[in-house]
């Protein structure tokens, strides 16, 4: 069974603390990886599509990458404004194309 | 450019009861799809669209309907309402399904009460 799980499911840390965040999946076959943004009381925004294991892909002090079994997403000195919760989804050759979401990580970065 | 547009954002209804939520996009995608997202899940897909005129279910339809009239709008219909219906529906869109371009832009989102 396809099966997308997120950790930690919270995650507190000081302003210009790094730290990443853990995307482990389970597909029968990998088409892509994505990751998005929400902040409370909105919809998701798009970050980062990772296609095959090996692949990183960076905005401003976020910072995405890709193994065949997971994917962690890197926050260099995070500012108070990067705090949001953080979805990770995978889509599988045989999934019709439908997405398998996982909870999310709530970063709460603290200045 | 409003991008996608959700009606209403709120709404109390009582067991039994019906309703539609509306969905309009205006960056011309192709692919359209109602989610629903509960507390500690990830997001559920309920039922999607792959072009003006189509509908498909996705993993959790039951209890739900839709319909693509135009290619900008997705509408999500309540036949009646029960309370493990109560949850927060966003609806997206992208301009595929898979390779590039396949980001989604999501709604603000309706936050539906069954009581």
């Known amino acids: 069974e396809d099966q997308v799980t997120q950790s930690p499911e919270a995650l507190r840390l000081q302003e210009g603390e790094s730290s990443s965040l853990n995307c482990s999946y389970t597909?029968?076959?990998?088409?892509?990886l994505f990751w998005y943004r929400q902040d409370p009381g909105k919809g998701p925004e798009f970050l980062f599509t990772?296609?095959?294991?090996?692949e990183e892909k960076e905005k401003e002090r976020l910072k995405a990458t890709l193994t065949k079994k997971e994917s962690f997403l890197h926050i260099t000195a995070p500012k108070p404004e990067d705090s949001a919760t953080y979805l990770c989804?995978?889509?599988?050759?045989?999934?019709?194309?439908?997405?398998?979401w996982g909870a999310g990580t709530k970063l709460i970065i603290k200045p | 450019n409003a991008g996608v547009t959700q009606t209403p954002k709120f709404r109390v209804l009582k067991t039994g009861q019906s309703m539609t939520l509306l969905c309009a996009q205006d960056?011309?995608?192709?692919?359209m799809y109602w989610y629903r997202q509960d507390p500690g899940m990830g997001l559920r897909l309920i039922h999607y669209?792959?072009?003006?005129?189509?509908?498909a279910k996705g993993e959790v339809p039951d209890g739900y309907n839709v319909s693509r009239l135009k290619k900008q709008n997705f509408l999500l219909g309540l036949e009646s309402a029960a309370p493990s219906q109560t949850s927060v529906y966003f609806c997206?869109?992208?301009?595929?399904?898979?390779?590039?371009?396949?980001?989604?832009?999501f709604g603000q989102g309706t936050r539906l009460t069954v009581v």
């Open positions: 997206a869109s992208s301009k595929t399904a898979a390779g590039e371009n396949t980001e989604a832009f």
């Open positions: 960056m011309n995608h192709e692919y």
């Open positions: 669209s792959v072009g003006e005129g189509t509908t």
């Open positions: 597909v029968s076959g990998l088409r892509g």
């Open positions: 990772l296609y095959s294991a090996g």
């Open positions: 989804a995978v889509q599988a050759y045989d999934s019709n194309y439908q997405l398998i």
